[in-house]
């Protein structure tokens, strides 16, 4: 693949065509301090990934992605988490590496950015098994911290104003964001929405009565709309 390193920060540059530099199937194309320089370069030269800094002098790295008009792949590489679930809303978007990159969380980032690179060459229908074969975790932002959650340890997800409550077998996190942006995140073989403001996991559900599900100690309310959807989910004798 062709890349490209797009860093105000010559040492951040430097890191990352070294890791680059590492591994055969990755060749850098060109590096630049700005997103300027990039775009010029973009214009004429097919790119396959960019190493991409959000923070920089006068154009941001969220502000250079909006002016592409056929984007290659993406991998954000930056000290801040804030802009996690911002960058996520491309789907060129592939990985959001924190500063400063290890070699182990470059390596996992890469392999994503080949795994998209397979399921585009698939059809529709094993493109969806594939993906819900394979997505086992996600990352969520909290309080400026990117944090991982297993899927299947999820029980539910609750809506409530501005913001998701993420309940696992041991935690419940609080995210600012919307329980839409989630239901896309989360594999359809596993997950339903029962409620305007529930998803739950339909394996971790104990009973089933009238318009509720019982998963743990937690009662989820069922809607009459989402309930035949329900029953033909469940396994029934």
Partial sequence: MNCIIIDDEKMARTIIKTLCDSREDLQIAEEFSNSMDAFKFL?????????????????????????LKNPPKVIFTTTDPQFAIEAFEYNFIIDYLLKPVTKERFEKAIEKVKKQYYLEQLDAPKRKDFIEEEQNDFYVNIDRRLVKIDLPSICFVRAKGDYIYVKTDDNEYEVHAS????????????????????????????????????????????????RPDLMKRLDLL
């Fill in 179 to 226: 329980l839409k942006k989630i239901e896309q995140k989360l594999p359809k073989s596993l997950f339903l929405k029962v409620h305007r403001s529930y998803i739950i996991n339909l394996k971790k559900i104990i009973d089933i009565e009238d318009n509720s599900v019982l998963i743990n100690k937690d009662v989820i309310p069922v809607s009459r709309s989402n």
């Fill in 43 to 67: 214009n004429d030269t097919e790119i396959d990934l960019i190493f991409l800094d959000i923070h920089m002098p006068g154009f941001t790295g969220l502000d250079f992605i909006k002016t």
